[in-house]
């Protein structure tokens, strides 16, 4: 995987640049501006990034995931990720047939819910899974492979299906390990 160099990052504007960032050369940022990303974040191959976004420290957005921000936002706190294929929305339209849908329509003909999302601490999200707007991933949870998250969640669970149920706590050893990693000079 070829990542863009330091000197291509810092030319594309971005609204805070951490340190030691990698972003694949094959990945596509739109609103740069609108895009803040921590130190050692990382958005691999074939991902699109889009909207308000802001992506906190050791964030990894693994191969063919979209992450659009919209006007309301996504947010990755510290130590989150998602693997290959995954897919996060701030907005959304209104499925039901109530209204037109899709971005060719004028707003007045249809009706989209646009709410933030955030992914807390320690989350990691399986792949091919999907994130709806407005869900908030409390901190420690983790979301199987493939699973369709529509509400927000409990911290410390694991969740699975569609739509996502908790079905499980999830294990905090790994707090531990980030005290260990944060001190050891290597952050």
Not at 79 to 98: I, K, M, N, R, W
Not at 161 to 186: F, T, V, W
């Amino acid at each position: 995987m070829a990542f863009l160099t330091t000197e291509q990052l810092a030319a594309m504007g971005f609204k805070h640049l951490g340190k030691n960032v990698k972003i694949s050369d094959k990945a596509v940022i739109y609103n740069p501006d609108r895009v803040e990303l921590g130190d050692h974040a990382r958005i691999d191959d074939f991902c699109v990034v889009s909207g308000k976004v802001t992506i906190g420290r050791n964030v990894h957005i693994a191969v063919f995931c979209n992450v659009a921000g919209g006007s309301e936002g996504i947010s990755f706190e510290d130590f989150s990720g998602l693997a290959y294929g995954c897919h996060v929305f701030s907005q959304s339209d209104d499925y039901t047939g109530a209204t037109l849908t899709n971005p060719t329509v004028p707003a007045e003909y249809k009706k989209e819910r646009k709410a933030a999302v955030r992914i807390g601490r320690h989350c990691i999200i399986g792949t091919n899974s999907l994130i709806f707007p407005g869900v908030h991933l409390a901190e420690g949870c983790s979301v199987g492979a493939m699973a369709m998250v529509t509400k927000s969640t409990e911290p410390w669970g694991v969740y699975s299906g569609i739509p996502a149920k908790r079905i499980k706590e999830r294990k905090r050893d790994l707090l531990a390990l980030e005290q260990a990693y944060l001190a050891s000079g290597n952050a």
